[in-house]
């Protein structure tokens, strides 16, 4: 059983940078992929990013490809996604999730992933 739980987020205008935070409670957590998914009012959950067990893989969303960063720190169980050139198209709820893996594999599919956070609120105003 893995809990997470997202911080890091706010509000902030066009153009400007959040990094959001996501700590993991579990005994395992580097052998768990994890991933950033957002969903907006009325909107489905999208895949925004996701890293390897071991971090030397990413995937990225075109979206934010160039713009976020995704990152994880296995020595304390977080995972953190640095958002630079905010968009007002990016306000979401952005969610955090791990898929247990045997493998380097990076899953960018939302129905991969077994544990979910509660989500951190973020708003880019225009």
């Known amino acids: 059983q893995v809990q997470l739980v997202e911080s890091g987020g706010g509000l902030v205008q066009a153009g400007g940078s959040l990094r959001l935070s996501c700590a993991a409670s579990?005994?395992?957590?580097?052998?768990?992929?994890m991933g950033w998914f957002r969903q907006a009012p009325g909107k489905e959950r999208e895949f925004v990013a996701a890293i390897s067990r071991s971090g030397r893989n990413t995937n990225y969303a075109e979206t934010v490809k160039g713009r976020f960063t995704i990152s994880r720190d296995n020595t304390n169980n977080s995972v953190y996604l640095q958002m630079n050139s905010l968009k007002p198209e990016g306000t979401a709820v952005y969610h955090c999730?791990?898929?247990?893996?045997?493998?380097?594999?990076?899953?960018?599919?939302?129905?991969?992933?077994?544990?979910w956070g509660q989500g951190a609120q973020v708003t880019v105003s225009s």
């Open positions: 999730a791990a898929q247990s893996q045997y493998s380097d594999y990076v899953p960018r599919n939302k129905y991969e992933y077994t544990y």
């Open positions: 579990g005994r395992t957590f580097s052998t768990y992929a």
